[in-house]
């Protein structure tokens, strides 16, 4: 359903009545609900088959509604006001006294948070007396959703309610960064981490694996479109659909086109569309192209590494 008011009303009466609805963001579609009811969260991981031990990220419209729950420090005051709303992710200390659903955090005593970009979720949670948790709106384990018919296909009648906001305008998840002591990058991103090294003045450590799961994303299978994935390939197997980060003048049935100037934004926000799309068209493997390591590249390169874990 689009953004009118009384779709917006619609996805409120779902959420109070503790149902799971998708929404759109900037990054991916999530799939939302009450954050401060066990109800509504242990929905959240049933629907996506996730893992208890993954945690989720919980949705803000505005600092305000955060140190309800949330203790602030000066880096996060500093990011916030530069980024956000947007793409990042905060990992923050859980107040005792908060409503978080204790669900949401595996029990510890951190949280992840954002402020979405998207009009629609934006509007969305200024209706709401509560935060939305919304992990991205897929199977766990699988390609996350960029439209509201990705949604429509991982989960079918299981769920109420879809907004749709459209094609997501970045198409890949949050950066994560771990802002309780020393500013640590739990998962690439959406946005670049020298532009929060620049906010930070200093230089970020990146820790992506994790043994200990504060964040998600950090496990070695992921965003995987259920088949297998080879990276950094140059001749594509003749059974292979093969992603191309430039368009060429090569029409063969199995090449597929990412951007067509090797636009690595539009690589990003076309990769799990184009993912989608060839496993759906039957293909019983994907060989990708060499992706450049800079910027929104080595974000790139996480997901096909995790993906290819299959």
Do not use: W
């Amino acid at each position: 359903m689009n953004s009118s008011q009384s779709n917006i009303k619609k996805a409120k009466k779902y959420l109070d009545k503790k149902h799971c609805i998708g929404v759109p963001t900037e990054t991916v579609y999530g799939l939302a609900g009450n954050a401060y009811s066990d109800i509504s969260v242990k929905k959240i991981f049933k629907l996506k088959k996730r893992p208890m031990n993954n945690p989720l990220i919980v949705h803000y419209l505005n600092i305000n509604k955060l140190e309800e729950d949330c203790y602030i420090n000066d880096n996060f005051i500093k990011l916030y006001k530069k980024f956000c709303p947007g793409p990042i992710t905060f990992i923050l200390k859980l107040k005792r006294k908060s409503k978080i659903s204790k669900f949401i955090t595996n029990k510890k005593k951190t949280i992840a948070v954002r402020f979405p970009k998207h009009l629609l979720f934006r509007k969305l949670l200024k209706n709401l007396d509560y935060p939305l948790a919304a992990p991205s709106a897929n199977i766990s384990t699988r390609l996350s959703a960029v439209k509201a018919s990705d949604v429509l296909e991982e989960f079918g009648l299981s769920i109420k309610y879809i907004l749709d906001g459209g094609k997501c305008k970045i198409g890949i998840e949050s950066t994560i960064i771990n802002i309780i002591n020393k500013p640590t990058i739990l998962r690439l991103g959406g946005l670049d981490i020298s532009k929060i090294e620049k906010v930070l003045n200093e230089k970020i450590l990146v820790k992506t694996n994790s043994k200990i799961k504060i964040a998600p994303g950090q496990f070695p299978l992921h965003y995987s479109p259920g088949i297998p994935l080879r990276m950094n390939i140059k001749k594509p197997k003749k059974n292979e659909a093969y992603l191309l980060i430039k368009q060429r003048n090569i029409f063969l049935k199995n090449y597929y086109y990412l951007s067509r100037k090797k636009n690595l934004k539009q690589v990003a926000k076309n990769l799990y569309s184009l993912l989608r799309k060839v496993k759906n068209k039957g293909y019983k493997m994907i060989a990708v192209e060499k992706i450049p390591n800079l910027g929104i590249g080595k974000t790139i390169n996480d997901r096909l590494r995790r993906a290819s874990k299959y």
